[in-house]
């Protein structure tokens, strides 16, 4: 692996502050993950005979999206992921929400059972716990994490439902606040999201994603297809939930300025791998990989 | 030189062979109450949605010692219900009665007859929509994975939905409940007021989908809980301060008829059965 640098640990507290047992600890932590669309052949199953440029095997046409991926994320920090399209990104936070069934690897998560579980093998009733429970996601399109035919409070309802909260009442009180916090006003809370702008949207969406204060957040390039003024409201608030709740974020992004604003560490992805990974800043003002390179200098 | 051509069926119409596989089905599904169980409904000499799915878990389980009841809506003498009633008599000889109490098997239309069905006792509902979660999705194979998992938050969110509309549920019949705290099933198009009737009851209540070919069932002394969130309890329809004009009971389902030619407004029994035994021991009293 070519520039692979060692993940310092971070965990976004302030500095000087001892760590805690809890804080050394890993929330998430993903070993090998592998992803793959077809069925693959003995040539393609050695990583190292895969073309350099390409994710696709030339032999059998499987496409490895996600290949031997690992890293840890730690409670209260933003992991940031960037790459260009087709690199990989969004399969790994699709197989992390078990949107998508993964190939290989394992992923475990130190609230649920200890950590001694790997997640992806686990039934499809303890990967919905999982999702109910443990995680939020926020699509790029928020027409695939809404149900738009709904009122924005019934969005929030459904996550609050399926983690088993059965009162009217409260239900509503939390929506309120939710929508209240993303800044959406009230009076629109019985309204269906399709209503709204896109930037609406997406706060509604990041409302839901937060309904069940779940300590981990998957954002999935949740700025692309903003404008530039609404953009910075949504990054404004997912900094603002971090700074408030100490939920720990994989932001995927292709947008460099995204996760230089947002991410403590950043992993860069090119077909499928992780070519270099580290603290954000130093892969910005150092980028050792040269695709790495070239991604900082076309930053305007 | 034309022969008279005379059919001759078998005992309860259907052959022993589909009777046969019926019965499995029903087995199966009074091993897991409120699960629907697929089967291979037969072409019937009435109309899939006219109660070919009650018509076969009849005639399945029909037998000689048997005293047949058939209602429609409450009512014994509705046109399908007497169709039915004949054809089934016509290919068994059993008895048939309007009378609840006296009889084995009961097939119905949207009703419960108001005396509580015994433990000796069998209730064949017809089911046109036998998936409560049709209402929320489309696709078949996804509502089998829904209950598999008993993911039912799409249901709840609907419910939800109707009460931040309209201030409480909006689904008069065929209310959702939950089959002893694992399937969401639809009671059929029943009223409210019969749904608690399903509770921990005494007797066997199946039903059967001709159309969509499913069987299910809620097996004697089931938990069956209507879906409620817990600041809004269900609620079954009332009939206070009114009664019916036959029997003069105020303890039934009544319906709300109107006079065709004064255009007044007046209630009546759903039940007629029930309904005429309590004119007659009205009739005795005086």
């Known amino acids: 692996m070519l520039g692979y640098r060692q993940l310092p640990k971070t965990t976004g507290n302030e500095a000087g502050r001892p760590m805690t047992h809890n804080e050394m600890r890993p929330l998430l932590s993903v070993r090998h993950l592998t992803k793959r669309f077809g069925k693959g052949c003995s040539f393609c199953r050695q990583p190292e005979n895969l073309p350099p440029l390409n994710n696709r095997c030339p032999r059998c046409g499987t496409v490895w999206a996600c290949n031997d991926l690992s890293f840890d994320l730690y409670e209260g920090e933003i992991l940031g992921i960037v790459g260009e399209s087709g690199s990989g990104k969004s399969s790994l936070v699709q197989c992390l929400y078990f949107d998508t069934s993964v190939t290989g690897g394992t992923a475990t998560l130190s609230n649920y059972q200890d950590g001694e579980t790997n997640i992806f093998l686990e039934s499809p009733q303890q990967k919905r716990y999982i999702r109910n429970h443990l995680m939020g996601m926020v699509y790029q399109n928020p027409w695939t994490g809404l149900k738009m035919n709904f009122s924005s409070g019934g969005n929030i309802a459904e996550k609050l439902i399926a983690a088993g909260h059965f009162n009217v009442h409260h239900i509503q009180k939390r929506a309120a606040d939710l929508l209240d916090h993303v800044e959406i006003p009230l009076s629109r809370m019985n309204e269906a999201p399709r209503n709204f702008s896109g930037g609406m949207q997406q706060r509604v969406q990041i409302s839901k994603a937060l309904a069940n204060r779940p300590p981990i957040l998957l954002l999935d390039e949740v700025t692309t297809g903003l404008d530039l003024s609404v953009q910075a409201r949504v990054l404004d608030l997912i900094r603002r939930i971090q700074h408030e709740s100490r939920t720990a974020m994989i932001v995927v992004s292709h947008d460099l300025g995204v996760i230089r604003m947002l991410c403590d560490r950043t992993m860069v992805m090119k077909q499928g791998r992780c070519i270099e990974a580290g603290l954000t800043d130093q892969i910005l003002e150092d980028p050792h990989h040269a695709y790495t390179q070239l991604l900082v200098h076309s930053l305007l | ?286």
């Not at chain 2, 589909?18 to 089905?25: G, H, Q």
């Not at chain 2, 209310?175 to 009851?201: E, V």
């Open chain 2, 1 to 286: 030189m034309q022969a008279k051509l005379k059919q001759t069926y078998n005992y309860a119409f259907l052959d022993e062979g589909s009777k046969k596989e019926i019965r499995r089905a029903t087995l199966k599904a009074v091993a897991i109450p409120g699960y629907q169980v697929p089967f291979a409904s037969r072409e019937m000499p009435i109309g899939r949605g006219w109660g070919t799915g009650g018509l076969q878990l009849t005639l399945s389980l029909i037998g000689d010692h048997d005293c047949l009841k058939v209602i429609d809506q409450g009512n014994d003498d509705s046109v399908n219900a007497i169709s039915i009633k004949k054809l089934v008599q016509s290919c068994t000889q059993v008895k048939i009665t309007t009378d609840s109490e006296r009889a084995t098997l009961i097939q119905t239309r949207h009703r419960i007859p108001e005396v509580p069905i015994r433990a000796d006792q069998i209730l064949v509902f017809q089911v046109p929509l036998p998936e409560p979660l049709r209402m929320v999705e489309a696709k078949e194979r996804k509502t089998k994975q829904l209950h598999a998992e008993m993911d039912y938050s799409g249901i709840w969110l609907r419910l939800y939905e109707d009460i931040v509309k309209w201030g409480k549920v909006s689904i008069g019949a065929d209310y959702p409940a939950l089959a002893h705290k694992r399937y969401i099933f639809a009671p059929s198009p029943i009223p409210r007021y019969d749904l608690p009737k399903l509770h921990q009851a005494d007797g066997l209540f199946l039903f059967g989908a001709g159309r969509e070919k499913k069987i299910y069932a809620i097996p004697p002394h089931t938990d069956v809980e209507p879906l409620a969130f817990e600041d809004y309890p269900f609620e079954v329809e009332h009939f206070d301060g009114c009664s019916c004009r036959r029997c003069g009971s105020t303890d039934t389902f009544l319906d709300e008829l109107y006079d065709e030619t004064s255009g007044e407004k007046f209630y009546q029994c759903s039940d007629t059965g029930n309904c005429q035994k309590r004119q007659e021991m009205r009739q005795a009293d005086l």
